[in-house]
């Protein structure tokens, strides 16, 4: 069974920048799409970036307009989900997934992840 643990939340000042990390165990992300997720108090989870199995092909929301990246390093069963300019919307719990996907495909479907993380707090506030 894969497991997922996140790292690397915390409170940063608006403008700022964070590095989260998942790191999975009890199977190898190869076989994977991952994807970050958030979600607000009162709000429904969304999906934020995720990449696909092979190739490195990304998704992003709508709102990341080009402040986010991720990668994943299989190697170390791992994806990152790099954020700058960070804004106080951006404050959630943020999520990491995994789903059995075809090789260039990832997507935002909730119900469609096999597995998640505990999640990790992401503050931005001044």
């Known amino acids: 069974q894969l497991l997922l643990v996140e790292s690397g939340g915390g409170l940063v000042q608006p403008g700022g920048s964070l590095r989260l990390s998942c790191t999975a165990s009890g199977s190898t992300l190869e076989n994977y799409s991952l994807g970050w997720f958030r979600q607000a108090p009162g709000k429904e989870r969304e999906g934020v970036s995720c990449?696909?199995?092979?190739?490195?092909?990304?998704k992003h929301g709508d709102f990341v307009k080009g402040r986010f990246t991720i990668s994943r390093d299989d190697a170390k069963n791992t994806v990152y989900l790099q954020m700058t300019s960070l804004e106080p919307e951006d404050t959630a719990i943020y999520y990491c997934a995994a789903e059995t996907a075809p090789f260039t495909w990832c997507g935002f479907v909730v119900d469609d992840q096999e597995s998640w993380g505990q999640g990790t707090q992401v503050t931005v506030s001044s």
């Open positions: 990449i696909s199995r092979r190739y490195g092909h990304t």
